[in-house]
């Protein structure tokens, strides 16, 4: 990890952090990144919301009851798994994918229970691991927990065609 001048934020890079803000919210969505993209790749331009999110959601459980991820980011317009040229903003990117894409795996994961959802999650790491991961991944990941998944598919993260066949 390497701590630069403070210019706002930071980025990843599978086994490099760079930050830029040094603030225990920025360092944690980082790391999470380390298993939510440089572990478990995704498509960054179709499914953003595949590391995005799950590290928005990672700041949350590391820091519950911060107000890091609000559950009124749920009621945001727009779909959490849209394409990155389907935004029509990056104002609306941010708030859809990081915001939103966050609280709603945070509502997953407290309609299913930590454990369940947890064990999930670990599953679906398992699976993906060193690969891409798709929508269909995840939605494979929690098969067993219908609520979680009824969670995700409201936010407009998981859609028809991201049923397993």
């Known amino acids: 990890m390497a701590l630069l001048p403070d210019f706002g934020g930071g980025i990843e890079y599978p086994s490099m952090i760079l930050e830029a803000t040094p603030s225990r919210e920025v360092l944690v969505h980082e790391v999470a990144h380390q298993w939510f993209y440089g572990m478990v790749g995704n498509s960054q331009f179709r499914d953003p919301w595949l ?11 590391v820091d519950p009851g911060s107000g890091l991820v609000r559950e009124e980011a749920l009621t945001l317009e727009g779909p959490v798994g849209a394409a990155m040229d389907e935004f029509e903003s990056t104002g609306s990117y941010f708030r ?13 994961q407290r309609a ?15 699976a993906t691991a060193w690969s891409l991961a798709t929508p ?9 927990l219908p609520a979680a998944l009824q969670v995700l598919q409201d936010a407009g993260a998981l859609g028809e065609d991201d049923v397993p066949r």
Do not use: M, N, P, Q
């Open 112 to 126: 299913v229970g930590e454990g369940a959802f947890d064990a999930a999650i670990r599953c679906y790491v398992d």
């Open 136 to 144: 269909v991944d995840v939605h494979r990941a929690l098969a067993e």
């Open 51 to 61: 590391d995005e999110a799950f590290a928005s959601w990672a700041e949350a459980v």
């Open 96 to 108: 859809l994918v990081y915001d939103k894409g966050g609280a709603a795996l945070l509502a997953a």
